[in-house]
């Protein structure tokens, strides 16, 4: 089970931390990713984690503003945001595999979190 937090409402330019907590597997045995959807979009891809952190994948809109870290021994992965802009806005959702061969591709997650929403002001 994931159980994604740390959304909210923020002014453009502003920061934001989602935490993503797992339970019921062996965290550390997870691949652990970020999508987000908008209103009316796909599922975008945002970043990934590889097992012990060794490998981090962003998207391109993402590199230099946004970081994906983990905590094993606390079961979290996490998605600091910075520089928000406009279209960050959307729900962001954690998602764990077993395997690092496609992180950017949402099929090869099994399991994926409720989803929490970020919403950047003007």
């Known amino acids: 089970q994931l159980q994604a937090c740390g959304g909210g409402l923020v002014q453009a330019g502003g920061s934001l931390r989602l935490s993503c907590a797992a339970s019921?597997?062996?965290?550390?045995?997870?691949?652990m990713g970020w999508f987000r959807q908008a209103p009316g979009k796909e599922r975008e891809f945002v970043a990934a984690?590889?097992?012990?952190?060794?490998?981090?994948r962003y998207a391109d809109s993402m590199k230099g503003r946004f970081t994906i870290s983990r905590d094993n021994a606390k079961n979290t992965v996490y998605l600091e945001m910075n520089s928000l802009k406009l279209e960050d806005t959307a729900v962001y959702y954690c998602?764990?595999?077993?395997?690092?061969?496609?992180?950017?591709?949402?099929?090869?997650?099994?399991?994926w979190g409720q989803g929490t929403l970020v919403t950047v002001s003007s």
């Open positions: 998602a764990a595999s077993p395997v690092y061969r496609e992180p950017h591709n949402p099929f090869e997650y099994r399991y």
């Open positions: 019921g597997r062996t965290f550390s045995n997870y691949v």
């Open positions: 984690i590889s097992w012990r952190g060794v490998s981090i």
